[in-house]
């Protein structure tokens, strides 16, 4: 299989992280989550010892957002890395900014650093679409396993997750006036950015987030032009 890197972009509750999850169990890409990437550097013990990083892990542990230059460079690196690695990889919800995206006069953005390592061809933008309303129902009754943070279907009223046995836990960013403030953030952010994509001649492909997962993600490969 070629390599590919694929963007995933939607509302909360549309299903990203799960897409590419899927994308991670059946095809090996590497889902290249920025948070969770940060917040591993600065667990680490050596952290404390980089004055860069100490600085940044206190911006990131108020809440405040980390320096974008700085984020930049070390997504572009582990970037680097795993096309170096050969292997496929996707986001989801990143790039968040258009200067992440694209860059400036001096500092190199996400974009342009795929194009090299993938090649134009082979970078895929998906928008998956679902209604304010879908976001709120969803986020609303979302459950994860407290131990390996998978979703837990609302459907299936499990009290165990069904891969670990771990205990569920319903995630605390999901109160329906929480979810109002992250689709409105959703909106302001991500627009420009696809329209930026657009304007710079990528196709940015949308579809039906609604489907269950499965469904979605036959779409998703058929975006892909992977075949069963
Ligand atoms: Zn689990």
Request: proline share 6%.
């Amino acid at each position: 299989m070629k390599q590919r890197a694929v963007i995933i972009y939607g509302p909360p509750g549309a299903g990203k992280g799960t897409q590419a999850e899927l994308l991670v169990r059946r095809f090996q890409f590497i889902h290249f989550d920025t948070g969770r990437y940060l917040e591993q550097l600065f667990r680490d013990p050596s952290a404390e010892a980089d004055p860069v990083l100490r600085k940044e892990k206190k911006l990131f542990d108020t809440g405040i957002l980390c320096t974008p230059s700085w984020v930049l460079k070390i997504v572009s690196d582990a970037t680097r890395r795993i096309a170096e690695a050969g292997f496929s990889v996707t986001y989801s919800g990143s790039p968040r900014t258009d200067f992440e995206a694209f860059g400036d006069d001096t500092n190199r953005g996400l974009l342009p650093l795929l194009e090299e390592m993938y090649g134009r061809d082979h970078i895929f933008i998906i928008m998956l679409e679902i209604t304010p309303e879908t976001s709120i129902e969803r986020n609303s009754h979302r459950v994860v396993c407290s131990v390996c943070g998978l979703p837990i279907l609302a459907e299936a009223k499990l009290q165990r997750c069904a891969f670990c046995s771990g205990p569920t836990r319903k995630r605390t960013l999901d109160d329906p006036e929480i979810i109002k403030v992250r689709l409105k953030e959703f909106a302001d952010r991500t627009y420009p950015i696809i329209e930026g994509m657009e304007s710079r001649g990528y196709t940015v492909k949308r579809i039906d987030g609604l489907p269950a997962p499965y469904k979605v993600h036959e779409s998703v490969m058929k975006v892909l032009g992977i075949s069963q």
